[in-house]
């Protein structure tokens, strides 16, 4: 998969076992779980109220990025262009 996003929020998949799909990427609002991740781009932090868990959660966030996840589930996140 290869794609470019407005907008990639990065979060810690808390229902991992530790070792597999420890990941939650949410590419333009879509969720994909990733075994790990790299970015190559400017980011900041973020924090959304999720309505369904009735909580805040915290991301690493990158706008106007390219995302590429391999075979092995491994994302490269990097800058547009």
Known sequence: MSKQYSQVKIRYNIDSNGQDQCWRLILDGDEVLVESVQIDAPVCTSR?????????????????????IDKEGTALITTKG
Do not use: N, Q
């Open 48 to 68: 959304d109220w999720i309505e369904s868990v009735g909580k805040f959660k915290h991301h690493i966030s990158v706008s106007d990025c390219h995302v590429s």
